[in-house]
């Protein structure tokens, strides 16, 4: 997770807990997950689009690609 941000606290929440939150999330889910945040000015909205990317990410990762729904999902044919 590369992200830094220029306030300790982000609302209610401590900046470091983001950053937390997604390592342990990563860590627990057994996932690999990699996150850069390359510009913005507000925090808030810096944190918003790391958690929107995610979520963009994992919706992309558990749909069905319906052109391949008889396929095994893998580049090694097993799971």
């Known amino acids: 997770i590369d992200a ?3 306030r300790e606290d982000i609302g209610q929440l401590p ?3 983001v950053k937390h939150f997604l390592e ?5 889910g057994r996932l690999n997950l990699h996150a850069r945040l390359l510009s913005g000015e507000n925090d808030h909205h810096r944190v ?3 958690f929107k990317a995610l979520a963009r ?3 992309a990762a558990v749909t069905i690609d319906e052109r ?3 396929q095994v999902p893998s ?3 097993v799971l």
């Open 4 to 6: 830094t941000f220029d």
């Open 15 to 17: 900046a470091e807990n």
């Open 24 to 28: 342990a999330f990563a860590q627990e």
């Open 48 to 50: 918003e689009a790391l």
């Open 57 to 59: 990410a994992l919706r």
């Open 68 to 70: 391949i729904a008889d």
């Open 75 to 77: 580049t090694k044919e």
